[in-house]
């Protein structure tokens, strides 16, 4: 998704789909591919940030968001069909997870991309079909990019993290949220409702569920 996409060498199954083909027309191609696949890499690169205030929400994030859940349910269908075991995995860039700039229209895009591909995962939980997240940096080695990937789908579901992603630069970034949490539950404890928790616990009152 993107012109700035990591190059990984020819790809004899590119799929492309138009800028304004709707998700079921998306999906649809997907599902009549000929030739099964046991993977499928939905890659997008960073793109430029543009400002909030100068976005087009419709070109910038929505239709992308489109495209690209068109491509990952799409894929999942085709796997599930075959009954084998297969990936997908989405090649994301690095400031999908920590960002590291303004607040942008391409950083919204990348963290639903990135919820996305979570729920996809939770989605196929129990069956074959196993999903991965692989981060990619800026001017990362096409080739140690490439074995990352090689690894992310031999392996089981996993998170591949790029060189930039390290324990120092995830703790910073983390550490002020976890604060912020202590802080909320540090108060007074809530007042005792009464009754009205027994709402809830329906074996306790008598309640027979359907």
């Given at each position: 998704?993107?012109?700035?996409a990591?190059?990984?060498g020819p790809q ?8 304004d ?6 999906r649809?191609?997907?599902e009549?591919?000929?030739?099964p ?15 909030i ?28 069909a075959?009954?084998d075991?297969?990936?997908i995995?989405f090649l ?6 920590l ?10 895009l990348?963290r639903?991309?990135?919820g996305?591909?979570e729920a ?5 939980g ?13 001017g990362?080695d096409?080739?140690?990019?490439g074995?990352?990937?090689?690894h ?8 591949s993290?790029?060189?930039?992603l390290?324990?120092?630069r995830?703790?910073?970034y983390?550490?002020?949220l976890?604060?912020?949490?202590d ?14 928790a027994?709402v809830?616990?329906?074996?306790r ?6």
């Amino acid at each position: 998704m993107g012109a700035d996409a990591p190059f990984l060498g020819p790809q004899p199954d590119y799929f492309a789909a138009e800028a304004d083909a709707g998700i079921a027309a998306v999906r649809a191609q997907i599902e009549a591919m000929p030739v099964p696949s046991n993977t499928y890499l939905l890659a997008v690169g960073t793109g430029d940030p543009v400002a909030i205030d100068g976005a087009d929400w419709t070109s910038e994030v929505l239709a992308p968001l489109r495209r690209a859940f068109a491509f990952a349910t799409g894929a999942a269908r085709k796997l599930r069909a075959s009954g084998d075991r297969g990936s997908i995995v989405f090649l994301l860039p690095s400031s999908a997870l920590l960002s590291d700039g303004p607040p942008s229209a391409r950083s919204v895009l990348l963290r639903a991309l990135l919820g996305m591909a979570e729920a996809l995962r939770a989605e196929l939980g129990s069956s074959p079909v196993r999903t991965s997240i692989v981060f990619h940096a800026v001017g990362e080695d096409p080739i140690e990019l490439g074995a990352r990937l090689e690894h992310a789908v031999a392996e089981r579901p996993m998170y591949s993290l790029s060189a930039d992603l390290d324990g120092a630069r995830i703790r910073g970034y983390f550490a002020p949220l976890f604060a912020a949490i202590d802080a909320a539950g540090a108060g007074p404890p809530l007042p005792d409702i009464g009754p009205m928790a027994m709402v809830y616990d329906l074996d306790r009152v008598g309640t027979r569920r359907s």
